[in-house]
């Protein structure tokens, strides 16, 4: 036997976490980019680390600022706990066709206004929206939305964000 129970679970347990990370960033983006943009605006006035131990000077002479900066940039990204899942968010919006992100954020805002009111209170909420939404952008009647296809959408978007954070991971 290659793998054991432990290791079995262990791994169901790991693919749970991936799944519920996938979907707190694929529903707070907007709010996880913010605190990420203003954690890293906040880090450009800090003092760089390598700066302290390679005791570089900080006078009025000219180095090299652009460099610095980069440095500093991936620097910080490598370090954001939440980067990798904030890039494979980012990569799957860009990836969705026109419909799906329209889904997407019906599904947002289902999420702002249902949160702890359970799966169906949301799943309603985007049939009703999801269909709006569409009318709004090509001013015609729209078919109607099943839950089967508003939950295969979903786990689809949560699968496809964990596949690319784990990539990103591994490519770290």
């Known amino acids: 036997m290659l793998a054991t129970v432990e290791d079995w679970n262990e791994l169901n347990n790991q693919i749970r976490r991936d799944m519920k990370n996938a979907e707190y960033f694929?529903?707070?983006?907007?709010?996880?980019?913010?605190?990420?943009?203003n954690a890293k605006s906040e880090s450009k006035f800090l003092p760089c680390a390598h700066d302290e131990i390679s005791g570089a000077r900080r006078g009025?002479?000219?180095?090299?600022p652009t460099e610095a900066n980069a440095i500093k940039n991936i620097n910080f990204d490598e370090h954001y706990p939440a980067y990798t899942w904030l890039k494979a968010v980012e990569i799957v919006q860009r990836?969705?066709?026109e419909r799906k992100r329209i889904f997407l954020n019906v599904r947002r805002r289902a999420n702002?206004?249902?949160?702890?009111?359970?799966?169906?209170?949301?799943v309603a909420y985007v049939q009703q929206h999801y269909?709006?939404?569409?009318?709004?952008?090509?001013?015609s009647e729209m078919e109607y939305i099943g839950e089967r296809?508003?939950?295969a959408w979903w786990s689809?978007?949560?699968r496809r964000v964990v596949e690319?954070?784990?990539?990103?991971e591994t490519a770290r």
């Not at 009025?60 to 090299?64: E, I, K, N, S």
């Not at 206004?113 to 949301?122: D, F, I, L, M, T």
């Not at 269909?131 to 001013?139: K, V, W």
């Open 164 to 168: 690319i954070h784990c990539r990103l």
């Open 60 to 64: 009025t002479m000219a180095g090299h």
């Open 131 to 139: 269909i709006s939404a569409l009318q709004e952008r090509y001013f």
């Open 149 to 151: 296809t508003i939950h």
């Open 95 to 97: 990836g969705l066709g």
């Open 26 to 37: 694929l529903l707070n983006y907007d709010v996880e980019m913010q605190s990420y943009e």
């Open 112 to 122: 702002a206004r249902h949160k702890g009111r359970g799966k169906q209170a949301w």
């Open 156 to 158: 689809d978007m949560i």
